[in-house]
């Protein structure tokens, strides 16, 4: 199908380990129109080196394609003031996103049992970044597993409010946490008021990326599991409505749906079919 050209990118997170090359490879074959990359590896504290030689190949990737970067698994910005490893590491992945060109990273909010402490410490990780990088820091909705900070608009507002730089600092909305953490957005009305509840505090434009992830758990579960689309309990016909929804034409979003045979190719498919080619014509 011909994609119109007023349409929500879809791509998938993908994995560099094989060198950007080969991400390139793969981005190409599962027909991605963005990607999502780790920028070393995320279950490691060592650094990374990008040589200039890295840099070209990776050039030849993103003069294709944009790139977004996700932060590591260990970092809790939640907890800089505990471990300095969690600060260190976020400021090393951001200066490794300079050093590519890689213009946003997505960041999860943490987790910490005082929770005004996390988010005080969490805004202060962003504040310490933002003021050394020229980079975006997109925050991530938390599914509300554990004691994981961000689980609602209210939480990531009271983040938001604390962090200096505003015109920096931006959302990512995963579709399976905000469902998980129990906001029903298989209601239309639901995803509505959410839509409008960002726009009445952090402000609607400020929605600039999407993780679009059905989910294994119900909605409230508070547990975090992606799953295939239109296979889980978010089910199909949210897709078709976040991804014909003309206040979010001009983003892009990324599955990170499990890596199982061929689903890769089977979830993309099923993604460009909800994709109405006569969305940038309707009607406001």
């Known amino acids: 199908m011909m994609r119109h050209e007023a349409a929500v990118k879809i791509g998938f997170h993908i994995s560099i380990a094989g060198g950007f090359d080969k991400a390139h490879e793969e981005a190409k074959r599962l027909r991605c129109d963005v990607v999502?990359?780790?920028?070393?590896?995320?279950?490691?504290?060592?650094?990374?080196?990008?040589?200039?030689?890295?840099?070209?190949?990776?050039?030849?990737?993103?003069?294709?394609?944009?790139?977004?970067?996700?932060?590591?698994?260990?970092?809790?910005?939640?907890?800089?003031?505990?471990?300095?490893?969690?600060?260190k590491g976020f400021a090393h992945e951001a200066g490794l996103c300079r050093r590519l060109g890689i213009?946003?990273?997505?960041?999860?909010?943490?987790?910490?049992?005082?929770?005004?402490?996390?988010?005080?410490?969490?805004?202060r990780a962003v504040n310490e970044v933002l003021a050394k990088f020229d980079i975006q820091v997109l925050l991530e909705n938390a599914s509300g597993?554990?004691?994981?900070?961000?689980?609602?608009?209210?939480?990531?507002?009271?983040?938001?409010?604390?962090?200096?730089?505003?015109?920096?600092?931006?959302?990512?909305l995963d579709t399976a946490?905000?469902?998980?953490?129990?906001?029903?957005?298989?209601?239309?009305?639901?995803?509505?008021?959410?839509?409008?509840?960002?726009?009445?505090?952090?402000?609607?434009?400020?929605?600039?990326?999407?993780?679009?992830?059905?989910?294994?758990?119900?909605?409230?579960?508070?547990?975090?599991?992606?799953?295939?689309?239109?296979?889980?309990?978010?089910?199909?016909?949210?897709?078709r409505l976040l991804l014909n929804d003309k206040r979010f034409a001009h983003l892009a979003g990324v599955m990170e749906t499990p890596k199982m045979g061929k689903m890769d190719i089977r979830n993309m498919k099923v993604m460009r079919s909800l994709l109405s080619p006569l969305m940038s014509r309707s009607s406001s």
């Open 103 to 123: 213009p946003s990273i997505v960041v999860h909010c943490g987790s910490r049992e005082k929770k005004e402490k996390g988010i005080a410490m969490a805004a």
């Open 177 to 239: 946490h905000l469902f998980q953490s129990g906001y029903d957005i298989r209601q239309k009305k639901v995803w509505n008021g959410l839509i409008d509840e960002i726009g009445e505090t952090i402000g609607k434009e400020k929605v600039a990326f999407f993780h679009l992830n059905d989910s294994s758990t119900g909605a409230g579960s508070r547990v975090d599991r992606h799953w295939h689309i239109g296979k889980g309990e978010l089910g199909i016909e949210f897709f």
């Open 36 to 87: 999502q990359i780790f920028v070393k590896n995320p279950r490691s504290w060592a650094e990374k080196l990008w040589r200039d030689e890295d840099v070209e190949a990776f050039r030849g990737l993103s003069s294709h394609i944009p790139v977004f970067a996700h932060l590591s698994y260990l970092p809790n910005l939640a907890k800089i003031d505990e471990d300095e490893r969690n600060m």
């Open 145 to 172: 597993q554990g004691a994981s900070l961000g689980r609602n608009i209210p939480e990531l507002t009271k983040i938001y409010e604390q962090i200096e730089r505003k015109e920096k600092a931006f959302l990512c």
